[in-house]
């Protein structure tokens, strides 16, 4: 390097340069707006249309909301209250809301039944959902579900305790007997729940008095708990079915692989609706006459065998997703067949299926109205074919559609929240 | 073809016979991929499988512990005949620990955790002991400090070590390599050798699909070179290299030790 350069490029700073704030239209809201609302002209117009839209949207809305009115017991009284002026009618939500939330049939002397069965669901679904919480809470999340069956559906509580200890007695003989074969495992058990479950009903019905709260008939339940039970009970089922189906589908066994591959194919191919209206009618045809086998019951086994089919295809592909590797060594180190895809595989496939389960769960939650359409009360149900029929509410569409909305979107969202945060809580990939 | 009972570097090797393979025959469809592969592997033997690409290494390594199945002939692992009998296979398993060109270590879970999982699922070790034996290996393949993260989080060199700690966590009599340093950077490949060495220093039974020849050189009682699916030569690692017999062996070490 020549000196001349050496003078040119050497350099030490002797001074500090003191922080200076931006220059005043660079910064804040105003740089914002002209950055991202109006940087061009097409922009600038999208902008404008936009804030129009938003301003017509609102300035119906909020008077709507705003003069609305939670006086009257009907909808002449309540349009006396308005005089003439726009504004919801949301009396009848104040009217109405227990049926909405509980039926019309449910006695309302008992609604503190359902009340405490869904405060209780804040404590026993967390265990299952957030895996940082202490493991032992997990029991009273295996012991909730018969107790809410008890304080929804009432009768002794000898029923559920038995419906337990019978899944219990199956289980415990399937881990005995599943050493030896899986498929004679499974019978076993079978046989040994049902054994459990005939000598709980006899007892039941002997000693129908005990610890007895006065019975509700399945009838009877409608409103939102009605698509709360149906989505909470079918998610929960279908999610292990599913994978149970998945699996089945990669097996070897021809026999096992045939059946998942068939009824996957045959639930997915036909419209959830018609299922429903097979439960309603063709199954109660099929059953021995005065066989007890109620409607909720069959609901439910409808629209589980369905959001278990598609969950199970959300699953088949994240386990076509994971190299084959990742199965090889597990097999390499020994792991048996439910020790590999319980510890290595199916962790991972869930984890990238999430998103799919996800989008499952909420479409099924909401496919729960469809059950209006068998003449059962759930919320659209009781909307539709209670609130609106009668006279004193004829014509209040808004505000009954938009508070069911609501609370649909409420648990949708939350779902959808809850999934977005496990993915999270799983990212160990680094990627 | 003679056999010593110890091989350059003086290491011992037993007269227990610690797998047998006769007549070995395997096809994928119509295409015979394995033909008539006899074997013996004695304990405390290192061999160094050699050959071409497609020539049929992996699947004879993996035919061992029954990642494969052979359609013919028989293999005897320790005693222990491979049939199609699920007990034996997972005993056999659990015995023979294997390497995979890509890890597979188990993404979802810490270094620890691959390690002690199969220990404490398969063996039914208990968790601290298990944490304990992983520990123990972690060190010896010199990445203690790593125990706590995610495989995603170590570079490949690390990872490959992980898998090596992660089989030897299981007690394995016999270790299967398939092609560990082949997917690794240069500077990676030689940390991952030095643990193979020392493996084979404190008198593992090893086979090794490699075409690392410096480490066969070392290391290894006998080369076996394969080609179309069959055993075509071996021999102790100097008259290997230096006399091989076999055309197709010659014109296999030349492309390889050419560059
Ligand atoms: N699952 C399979 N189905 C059909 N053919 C296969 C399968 N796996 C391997 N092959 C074939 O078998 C032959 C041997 O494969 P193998 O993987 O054992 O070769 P290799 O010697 O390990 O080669 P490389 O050095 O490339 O790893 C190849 O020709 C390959 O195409
Ligand atoms: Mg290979």
Known sequence: MSDTHEETIAFVRESEIPAAPPPERQAGAIRWVRDNLFSTWFNAIVTLVALYVIWWLLSGLIPWIVNGTWEGSSVLECREILQGETGGCFSVLRERWSQLLFGFQYPPSLHWRPTLAFALLFVAVPPALFFKLPRWMLVFTAVYPFLAYWLIWGGTIITPVFAAIGLVVGYLVFVRVEKRSFMLGLFAALVAATVVWWFGGVIADEFSRVARLRPVAS?????????????????????????????????????????????????????????LFVANVILAFFLPPGTNFDLILRVIIMITLFASAYIAEVIRGGLAALPKGQYEAGDSLGLNYAQSMRLIILPQALKISIPGIVNVAVGLFKDTTLVSVISMYDLVGIIRGSILASTAWSGIYWELWVAACAMFFVVCYGISQYSQWLERQLRTDHR | ?????????????????????????????????????????????????????????????????????????????????????????????????????????????????????????????????????????????????????????LSGGQQQRVAIARSLCMRPRIMLFDEPTSALDPEMIKEVLDTMIQLAEEGMTMICVTHEMGFARQVANRVIFMDAGQIVEQNEPEAFFKNPQNERTKLFLSQILGH
């Open chain 1, 219 to 275: 009838r009877a339940m409608g409103g939102f708990m009605l698509n709360m039970i149906l989505g909470i009970v079918c998610v929960s089922l279908s999610l292990p079915l599913g994978i149970l189906l998945a699996l089945g589908r990669q097996s070897r066994l021809p026999v096992v692989k045939g059946f998942c591959v068939i009824f996957i194919e045959f639930i997915r191919g036909v419209p959830l609706i018609t299922l």
């Open chain 2, 1 to 153: 073809m003679t056999m010593t009972d110890t091989n350059p570097s003086g290491m011992k090797v037993s007269d227990e016979i610690a797998i047998e393979i006769r007549n070995m025959n395997k096809w994928y469809g119509q295409f015979h991929v394995l033909r008539d592969i006899d074997l013996t592997v004695r304990q405390g033997e290192r061999i160094v499988v050699c050959g071409p690409s497609g020539s049929g290494k992996s699947t004879l390594i993996r035919c061992i512990n029954a990642l494969e199945e052979h359609q013919q002939g028989s293999i005897v692992v320790d005693g222990v005949p491979l049939s199609s009998d699920i007990k034996n296979i997972d005993r056999i398993r659990s015995e023979v620990g294997m390497c995979f060109q890509h890890f597979n270590l188990f993404p979802h879970l810490t270094i620890l955790e691959n390690c002690t999982l199969a220990p404490i699922w398969v063996r039914k070790v208990p968790k601290r002991e298990a944490e304990e034996t992983a520990m123990y290996f972690l060190e010896k393949v010199k990445i203690p400090d790593q125990a706590r993260k995610y495989p995603g989080q």
